[in-house]
């Protein structure tokens, strides 16, 4: 039997979860195309092929689109290493698929119902939540019913081929003793930690120096193609007289589109939320708990505004004092609605039990479903007449505008002067650069770099109104020359010789100490000694550096110093002061804890081990092909980004 169903339920559910998160975070479902007729010729848009399936350009764009939705401010420069991890995942996650294949491994679908029932979102208390709640709360991640199953059936499967490839690997006493010891033993250290800034404002520079850094570097300070063009701005002020709704117009707006003042029954709600996705039973019956003190007080006279920002788990509407909006049927999950729908204006609910957790409803206001009067929809005719009229005369202006610089393109200034309006000229500015008056548009960035020189574009909507631009001047992408740049070359040059410096000084009073007092020496070169407290190597330091890193720490004797050591960005050197041996006393009841770990990590790094020879294989038979020269440029498109 695979270990997978053996009864380790706590670890499957742990194993599930942290595959469902991935699942919420891609939100689709990766599928690859078989090659048509299986030929072996790359399509353009194809980065790899796999067992006869391939991976293509769009394939990876949703991929890593998906992985960073809800984290729009990626900064620009670890996209590619983005990219390119989730491209080796994609090959491999088809290639472990494809080899359970041939094993005849598959998950049956009372293996897939026993795994969905660790989930205590779908089952609270050992009772499923209801088929509407599962498919409203999977479609809530970005997925179907059907897909999140098809990708729940894949992770069953490979940890069945996990479980398959490992089963033989097993753990002495004598190994797990030794990890024991290891997890167990503590040292105490006096420390230095070397930090590049430290060093930024030592380091030398002489022209020379940064002469050769510029050339080893010139690609990097590549400078994209600029434009600069001249324009004629068309604000909406500048026709503002020219609008004028009346009584009649808004009367016959409103004959013409009666449906759309239609208004649906709708209630206006506000919020308290208490999460238990993915809570234990403890942790479900102490949020409970809380949810239940939290209604008591309001019922009591609590501000409901005031629980709802000190006690709402739901980050949108918490701050706002739970406020959500009107909502319609159809809108929410059905526990949900179907409190909201029956409460009056002014009530609040009890506890709403949903698969996201506990909800205290509050309901401010009610709207049965009417078609609403010409008064009531007055204002906002009004206001997009007004909108429609004014952009008719804006479009007309600068068509007019357009048809005479055409003429005459080198008249912007008197053109702009005859019909009251102003024209100017943009500094040189990329693809991508707000540029001021016209501010950041990509309508307007396209425009711009398809133009070219002396060409006057169809005029176009901006921040600001309407423009008629020409461009001016064009500087193509070129390298451009240390003067241009000098600046950004002498700010990246300090900062790699930092980092030199850094290693090299830490490497020198490492050396000093070896035969000198730390203590003294520290303070000769005006460096601040730290100490630590007891530390085991699963512990970190004051300062966040992990006891894992001073390793050495354990096998240097009392008042020995250690080498340089990084550490992430920067060295640290350490004199050791104390150690104390594992508590012996404490290994029996470790021990079957510590074996499960040991067992897992040695387990983990042969399966790694049995994916590198196994892609290896697929490369060396040719089963496994990459599109280099279309990754190169898939992945170079996020660099230029940055």
């Known amino acids: 039997m695979y270990r997978l169903f053996s009864g380790r339920r706590r670890k499957l559910y742990k194993t599930l979860m942290i595959v469902f998160l991935g699942l919420v975070s891609l939100g689709m479902v990766l599928t690859l195309a078989p090659l048509p007729g299986g030929t072996s010729q790359m399509q353009p848009d194809t980065l790899a092929t796999i067992n006869g399936a391939r991976i293509s350009i769009q394939d990876l764009e949703k991929t890593v689109e998906a992985q960073t ?27 472990l698929i494809d080899e359970a294949g041939k094993m005849g491994l598959t998950v049956s679908n009372p293996e897939l119902v026993s795994a969905l029932r660790s989930m205590p979102f779908l089952y609270q208390n050992g009772k499923f939540v209801g088929m509407q709640e599962y498919q409203e709360f999977v479609e809530a991640q970005g997925l179907t019913v059907s897909a999140f199953e098809a990708e729940m059936r894949d992770t069953l499967l490979l940890q069945k081929l996990r479980d398959t490839v490992t089963d033989a690997i097993q753990v002495t006493p004598a190994e797990v003793h030794a990890y024991f010891e290891r997890q167990n033993e503590k040292a105490r250290v006096n420390y230095v930690v070397f930090q590049p800034s430290d060093f930024y ?9 940064l002469n050769d850094y510029f050339i080893s570097h010139q690609s990097s300070y590549s400078v994209s193609e600029q434009r600069q063009v ?36 709708r209630v206006k709600v506000a919020q308290i939320l208490f999460k238990t996705t993915g809570d234990t039973q403890a942790q479900a019956a102490q949020t409970l708990a809380t949810a239940q003190s939290v209604l008591k007080k309001i019922r009591a006279g609590a501000s409901f505004a005031d629980m709802a920002k000190q006690y709402s788990q739901d980050p949108t509407s918490a701050p706002k004092g ?41 309901v401010e206001d009610r709207q049965y479903a009417h078609v609403q009067s010409l008064k009531e929809a007055t204002p906002v005719i009004q206001a997009q007449l007004q909108k429609t009229q004014l952009a008719a005369a804006q479009q007309a202006l600068a068509a007019k505008v357009s048809q005479e610089l ?7 200034d008197g053109i702009a002067k005859q019909n009251s309006l102003t024209s100017g000229e943009t500094p040189l500015f990329t693809y991508g650069q707000p540029v001021p008056d016209l501010g950041s548009n990509q309508a307007f960035e396209n425009l711009a770099f398809q133009l070219s020189v002396g060409t006057i574009g169809q005029p176009i909507e901006v921040p600001k109104g309407t423009a008629i631009i020409e461009v001016t001047k064009i500087i193509p992408e070129h390298l451009p020359k240390l003067a241009e740049v000098e600046s950004r070359v002498e700010e990246d040059y300090r900062s790699q010789q930092s980092k030199v410096l850094m290693g090299a000084k830490a490497a020198q009073f490492a050396l000093q100490c070896k035969s000198g007092d730390f203590s003294q020496l520290a303070k000769k070169d005006g460096y601040t000694v730290q100490q630590s407290k007891d530390f085991t190597t699963q512990d970190e330091l004051d300062n966040l550096i992990p006891g894992s890193s001073l390793s050495s720490a ?35 009841s470790q021990e079957a804890t510590l074996s499960d770990q040991l067992l897992e990590q040695k387990r983990d ?13 697929l490369m ?10 279309a990754l190169k440029t898939f992945l170079s498109g996020y660099q230029q980004t940055s």
């Open 620 to 629: 060396s038979t040719g089963k496994l092909k990459i599109n280099e020269s």
């Open 322 to 362: 739970g406020e959500i909006g009107w909502i319609q049927r159809g809108q929410t999950v059905k526990a949900f609605e179907d409190a909201a729908f029956s409460l009056k204006p002014g009530q609040v609910s009890g506890l709403i039990k949903t698969i996201y957790g506990y909800h205290i409803i509050n």
């Open 406 to 412: 055409e003429a005459n393109p080198k008249n912007f």
């Open 230 to 265: 001249e324009y004629v701005l068309v604000p909406p002020d500048a026709v503002q007289s020219q609008v004028n709704v009346t009584a009649a117009d808004i009367n016959e707006y409103y004959n013409q589109h009666i449906t759309d003042f239609s208004v649906p029954d």
């Open 554 to 588: 354990f096998t240097l004797h009392p008042g020995q110093t250690s080498h340089a050591i990084g550490v992430g960005s920067t060295y640290v050197v350490f004199q050791v002061v104390a150690q104390t041996p594992a508590n012996e006393s404490d290994f029996a």
């Open 201 to 209: 404002n030592a380091v030398k520079i002489s022209p020379a120096a």
């Open 69 to 95: 939705q809800n984290n729009p401010d990626n900064d620009p420069k670890t996209m590619a290493s983005l990219a390119a991890t989730a491209f080796d995942n994609m090959i491999m996650h088809q290639a």
């Open 605 to 617: 790094l042969a399966f790694e081990i049995y994916q590198s020879n196994l892609r290896d294989h």
